[in-house]
Structures are given as structure tokens and as C-alpha cells.
């Protein structure tokens, strides 16, 4: 006879909380964990890049995938069989001038970064998209 459990969830409404109670830090922990390859390595990358760039960013869940925010989203971290893609909200919005935008280049909003196996990212380049994605949104929001 199987015994019955209740399962305590958070209401949606707390933002440090969502998906079945687990804090979105804890979401993204348990997404690198299970990508035991090169993709769980390369988002633990890119997240840490993410929050040394930007020391007040705001992880979330979202659409089942991580997401970094600050007043506003600034990209999602998606893992596909064969890249890590890093979509920038309002990317084309964005100054790239070293190019690290590769992917969505033909959208009026978004743009993306693919990486693929093997695939180093300029570090300071990607903090100066992630700065300038966080300045941007900054820039937009509505002061009282």
C-alpha cells in the first residue's frame, strides 16, 4: 500500500519563488546538475559571467528555462542538444561591436548568442552586452 504525501508549494505570487516552491536559484542549480556535459558547464559559465557583471542581476524561471533580470529581462539561458543559446530580450537594441551576437540576427527585438561545443566567449565582451542589456532596461523604467 503506497503512502500518500502532501507536497507544500509556495503561492506564484512570492517572485523569489515559482515552479513547485524551489527558489529559481535552486531551478537553475538542478538544470546545470542534470546537463552533466559541456552544456551544464557552459551555462554555469555564462551565469557566473552574468553575475559578475552585473552584481544586482535578479535570476528567474521562466518558460522552464533560467532567466536574468534587472529592472526588466536582459536574456534566458536555453539548452539545446547542440548549444547553449543566450537570448537577449532587446538585443537589437544593443551595441555589439565585438559580434558575439550570432544567432536571431534578423528579428527587430531580440538577438542571440549560440555557443556550441568548444566554443570560448570573449568574457569582457559578453559582461559589456550584459551591462549595456541592464542599462538599457534601467533607462526605460518608469520613475515615481
Not at 54 to 78: F, M, Y
Amino acid at each position: 500500500m503506497k503512502k500518500a504525501t502532501t507536497i507544500m508549494t509556495k503561492s506564484k505570487s512570492d517572485p523569489k519563488e515559482q515552479e513547485g516552491g524551489d527558489a529559481p536559484s535552486q531551478l537553475i542549480d538542478a538544470r546545470i546538475s542534470e546537463l552533466d556535459d559541456w552544456r551544464g558547464k557552459t551555462l554555469a559559465h555564462v551565469r557566473a559571467l552574468i553575475k559578475q557583471a552585473d552584481p544586482e542581476v535578479v535570476e528567474e524561471w521562466k518558460w522552464r528555462v533560467p532567466v536574468w533580470s534587472h529592472d526588466g529581462l536582459i536574456c534566458t539561458g536555453e539548452t539545446y542538444k547542440k548549444a547553449v543559446k543566450l537570448t537577449f530580450a532587446r538585443g537589437a537594441s544593443i551595441q555589439d561591436p565585438s559580434g558575439l551576437f550570432n544567432s536571431s540576427l534578423e528579428g527587430n527585438t531580440r538577438r542571440a548568442i549560440d555557443l556550441h561545443e568548444g566554443d570560448e566567449i570573449d568574457e569582457p565582451a559578453f559582461k559589456t552586452l550584459i551591462r549595456a542589456a541592464a542599462a538599457l532596461n534601467s533607462a526605460g523604467k518608469v520613475r515615481r
